[in-house]
């Protein structure tokens, strides 16, 4: 093992592989950036050119690319409220607010070793647990992967800003808005008035898009200044600070890489679930849950430590069975075959040396993607400061353009618009888009995982199921502790004001 | 139109939304109806109570808007010390402003459908500078060229997206 763990980290000492490496990461962090561009247009672009290369090279360009879309993400969702893709929503509650307090850099460089520190867990994870996991996996079925999305839902009330009821109905309006299309279990087209564009449903980074990137831009447009006025809100964090951040919260980051891991070994279960659920622990665990939404550095490094773990979790199921546990991972099969690589139990035979190749390249790519995000955060926290008539038609055109190249179809800017004025009427009567977006991301996955669990047990499949069983009593649990720590304070400040009252 | 109005014109339209989804989900198969029927249902009763309750409540409570709640740790912009910005945070946005800002969107909308991406966010950045009057025109025009080169080489020729070339694209051919 110790053998194949140094040819692995051989075969990247090439020129070529480290070559391919940087243009991977810097070709990934510019894809990441781009509205309604992620991860998997970022290798479904580069497949192409992949075949050819020595195996190293080539995996170092597919994953480095891969790995640094994660953190291109953030930082629009960071600086502008605009999430990259769907994983970077998550992003978007607390950093946005930060960068609104002049904290941008701070939390920039908080996501960037939130991220590093998430991917090295996640790397370290994959080598050690690869032939450790099959149990586990196999243990696992539909009737857990409903409960986990329950999960996410639990992050609602989080969001409902002082009105429960109004968070609940965005949250109701965004899983019917996600029922738009053909239902995945039965082919009945629903709510698509026999419009054939609405028949593949509406796609979540064109719904992001509009929910948020276009209705903060009206906002912007309607205020007249920047997002950041420097001559009311000065720059007052540090790129050290962020780092010291992350570092200080490393409970939260092994915590929140654990549940990454364990979300990118589940196939199927996107990052976007990823980003959320860890968002929802790092709420729930909190001993000051209402600093959430406002600007707690928490909330940034949570999901991007989970997401950055989330890739090594990924990759086990794809090496270990040929089961990606992605979209992305399902690319990366393509390219195995084309490298004429075998995913399954040879892969950690035959091919052990490929494997730890990988470590080693989540582990490198994460490193150079966080070298170079600390060195240009002051310079990226200035884009918030930059005056709203630049800003408006600038962004709003990309947001448009993005929105079109999601999937090429022009339809597509269409429903961005329709959500953008959506996104600001909720906004302005405080209907939370957060919530709206959380329930587009776990509708699907609650429904098909319903409706499977249904027929494989029957209508009282929890108590087939003791595994799901546990879960749920653990959900329950970590939904109702943030109020009963509400609850308990009230009580004991209502005690204290009593004692001083005497 | 007052506060409470609006919001109950909000509540009203949410409301048509979830009786539309129930009457809708008349026609789906039982399997199909399963979650978003109870959901439509769910909606109806969570909007009514809504309903109910922002009427019964004092129309201070319904003044909140989400321009106007500073940031907490921030201190409150004072718009007589601000120079140059307007003085929004603590005043609703009029209905004027607010159609201007759905205007803007309906203007790169309709461009975008019309000419395609590219042109228009060529005439929307550099009508938007031109008519905000924020840049000189050279500077402006520069801005906008610029932009727009960018837009076009990293989505279309980078990426190699399938340009879209507007409905008009037809009558131009046409005389062509």
């Not at chain 1, 950093?95 to 904290?103: A, R, S």
């Not at chain 1, 707690?296 to 990924?314: H, S």
């Not at chain 2, 969570?46 to 309903?51: D, F, M, S």
């Amino acid at each position: 093992m110790l053998e194949a763990i140094g040819s692995g980290l051989a075969a990247l000492a090439t020129p070529q592989a480290i070559l391919f490496m940087f243009i991977g990461v810097i070709y990934g962090l510019v894809i990441g950036i781009l509205p309604g561009l992620g991860g998997v247009v970022a290798m479904a672009l580069l497949l192409p050119f992949t075949y050819g290369f020595e195996k190293a090279a080539t995996l170092a360009l597919l994953l480095g690319a891969h790995i640094a879309t994660i953190w291109g993400d953030s930082v629009t969702s960071i600086l502008f409220s605009v999430p990259g893709s769907a994983k970077g929503l998550a992003l978007c509650f607390d950093g946005y607010p930060m960068t609104k307090q002049g904290q941008a850099t701070r939390a920039l460089a908080a996501s960037a070793t939130g991220a590093l520190m998430g991917g090295i867990i996640g790397a370290v994870f994959l080598a050690l647990c690869i032939p450790l996991i099959r149990p586990v996996i196999l243990a696992l079925g539909p009737s857990e992967y409903l409960i986990m999305a329950l999960w996410g839902l639990t992050v609602i009330a989080t969001f409902s800003e002082g009105s429960l009821i109004k968070g609940l109905i965005a949250s109701v309006l965004g899983v019917l808005v996600a029922f738009v299309g053909t239902d995945v279990v039965t082919a009945t087209p629903r709510f698509t008035f026999g419009i054939e564009f609405l028949m593949d449903g509406i796609s979540f980074p064109v719904a992001m898009i509009g929910l948020f990137a276009v209705s903060e831009m009206m906002k912007l447009a309607i205020r007249g200044t920047p997002i950041v006025d420097r001559e009311l809100v000065r720059e007052t964090s540090t790129v050290w600070q962020g780092v010291k951040d992350a570092g200080s919260h490393w409970w939260l980051v092994v915590r929140s890489s654990f549940l990454g891991l364990w979300i990118g070994v589940l196939p199927g279960v996107g990052a976007s679930v990823a980003g959320l659920a860890a968002y929802a622990q790092a709420v729930q665990t909190s001993s000051t849950p209402e600093r959430f939404g406002k600007g707690a550095v928490e909330g940034v490094i949570a999901p991007d430590a989970t997401m950055g773990a989330n890739e090594g979790g990924g990759l086990m199921p794809t090496l270990a069975f040929g089961i990606p546990g992605g979209e992305s991972m399902a690319l990366l099969l393509v390219a195995f075959i084309g490298l004429g690589v075998v995913p399954g139990p040879d892969m950690l035979t035959k091919h052990l040396d490929l494997v730890f190749s990988m470590v080693w390249i989540i582990v490198i790519a994460n490193i150079v993607v966080t070298v170079i995000g600390l060195a240009i955060c002051p310079a990226l926290a200035r884009l918030p400061t930059l005056h709203a008539n630049l800003m408006v038609p600038i962004v709003l055109s990309v947001c448009f353009v993005g929105a079109y190249a999601t999937r090429g179809r022009i339809e597509d800017v269409v429903v961005a618009a329709v959500f953008g004025v959506l996104g600001y009427v909720m906004d302005k009567y405080r209907y939370s888009r957060a919530n709206f977006v959380i329930g587009m991301v776990l509708a699907v996955m609650i429904e098909r995982n319903l409706h499977i669990s249904l027929t494989l047990y029957g209508d009282d499949f929890l108590l087939k199921r003791p595994i799901a069983l546990a879960m749920l009593a653990f959900v329950v649990v970590t939904a109702a502790l943030p109020f009963v720590r509400s609850w308990y304070r009230g009580k004991s400040r209502a005690a204290a004001t009593t004692e001083t009252g005497r | 139109m007052s506060r409470r109005a609006q919001e109950n014109l909000a509540a009203v339209a949410l409301l048509a939304v979830f009786a539309g989804v129930i009457v809708l989900c008349q026609d789906f198969g039982p399997r199909a109806r399963m979650i978003p029927l109870p959901l439509g249902i769910l909606g109806v009763v969570l909007t009514l109570i809504q309903i109910v309750w922002q009427n019964l409540r004092s129309t201070d409570e319904l003044q909140m808007d989400m321009i106007a709640v500073p940031a907490p740790g921030v201190a409150a912009p004072n718009p007589e010390t601000s120079p140059g910005a307007k003085p929004l945070a603590g005043r609703a946005p009029s209905w004027r402003e607010e159609a201007a800002a759905f205007g803007i969107v309906a203007v790169l909308l309709a461009l975008v459908l019309l000419l395609g991406p590219v042109p228009a966010v060529f005439l929307f950045t550099g009508g938007y500078f031109l008519f905000t009057r924020h840049y000189s025109l050279r500077a402006g025009l520069i801005y906008t060229a610029v932009f727009t080169a960018a837009t076009y080489l990293l989505f279309f020729v980078a990426l190699e997206i399938q340009p879209y070339h507007g409905m008009l694209a037809p009558i131009v051919d046409h005389f062509q």
